[in-house]
């Protein structure tokens, strides 16, 4: 170490060659002394280090010999959870379920589970219940099944037939805000020539029976559930459908509480709160969503009586759900989840954007809601921005590799790489053909 020059100086001057020896050598000494003892502490550190290593290790041993002790190990082996692989999800219309679906689309992507996909689309058969025979002609189909998350109108026992062991979930939202959503989104202001609160005065003050011809329409979450059109009306029968499902589902998330829900979710998967994580999915603009009166809030609530009863059933057992968990608890948990979107949203997400300004894996089913433009120089960004329909044609594509690579005759053609890269080109005129089918049946 040198000294400072004035220090340097008047220590120079204040000693004899001897004396500047002497201090010279004490200096050493202390030197030597204070590595020495900064030595003897790692030692006697790493010693104790050591020796609790083995205590544990001695308990252990002991613990093997005590047959309390052994109980003790076998209830801790048996409460403690194994992160969830299969899971059937009843995907209903309008309340959050897409973003859901993204989360279960990217676990099941990132730890190569097995999908149940419809065939042709990213929906199954939307006239009928869900049948076996859908799913049991996939070329990957005798790999078995570990995710049902696309949508469909639901039927437990054949979902059963293909996830025996799955966690089952659904996610319902209020009646009202659920039918004003779908209202819009599939274009019924201009098929009924009439916004939602002149619907309400004009057909559900008469409560007006679900409309045969339309693919969404009255008490919806119940259809979605599997509700027969004939039973949506009978009183004792949509009580006796909702015991049904509380038999049903492990858990219901309520949209209103959705981050709450996440939490929950997690904790019932045994997941990671980064595996909730999320952007928010079909979205709608600002300019169209309805503001209803409370006036037509009211009749709308009369009107969709039997989702009524299905929603406030699960919410007050949504509640009961959060009691169980911690209040407390659940509200640190919830604003981590939020601080991680947040970050998410951050690193991601360049602009919230219609149709107009999205590639095609990132375009919205519906020219009514928002996506995202991605910063794709970030590799793990784009599949929270991916929409529905092109994350179906990717999981669809990785099934078909994973069969030993017997490709459909499409990828026979042209392989599996310019597939993919044609998927992409071709969405969006997929799309769009797709609507205007949707909206040539509708008007029939």
Known sequence: ??????????????????????????????????????????????????????QVADDLVNCTKSNSCKQKIQNVMETACKPASKIA?????????????????RNGLENDLNFAL??????????????????SSLPWAHLGFDLFIFHSIWNYDEVKKILPSAIYITILRNPVDCYESNYVYMNLQNIFKMDINEFAKRKASRNVSRNLKLPIGKNQQLFDLGVPRDSLENNALVKEKIKEFDKQFDLVL???HFDEGLVLLADKLCWDLRDVRYLRQNARKLEFVSDISSESRSMLSNWLWADSLLYQHFLSKFNTEVSR????????EVERL??????????????????????????MAAPTVEGYVIDETKPWCPKFGFSEPYFYELVK?????????????????????????????NQQEKQQISTKTKMKKIRL
């Not at 999800?89 to 689309?105: D, M, P, R």
């Not at 968990?325 to 640190?332: A, M, Q, Y």
């Not at 939020?338 to 375009?363: F, H, I, P």
Request: aromatic content about 12%.
């Open 118 to 135: 419809p065939e042709s689309s990213w929906m199954f058969n939307s006239k009928k219940p869900f049948d076996i025979i859908e799913v």
């Open 254 to 256: 309520i949209a209103e």
């Open 338 to 363: 939020r601080s991680m979107n947040k970050v998410l949203e951050q690193e991601c997400v360049l602009e919230v954007a219609d149709n107009t300004k999205l590639g095609s894996e990132y375009r």
């Open 1 to 54: 170490m040198k000294l400072r020059r004035p220090f340097q100086k008047l220590f120079m001057n204040s000693f004899t060659s001897e004396k500047k020896c002497v201090c010279y050598i004490w200096m050493f000494c202390l030197m030597i002394t204070g590595i020495f003892s900064f030595s003897v502490q790692v030692w006697n550190n790493s010693a104790n280090y050591t020796r609790n290593q083995q």
């Open 397 to 425: 594509q990785k099934m078909y590799k994973r069969t030993d690579n017997s490709l459909n005759p499409i990828t026979k053609k042209m392989g599996f790489a310019s597939l993919s890269s044609q998927v992409k080109q």
């Open 325 to 332: 968990f911690g209040k407390e608890k659940l509200e640190v």
């Open 89 to 105: 999800f009843a995907k209903v219309h309008k309340t959050g379920s897409s973003t859901l679906q993204n989360i279960l689309l």
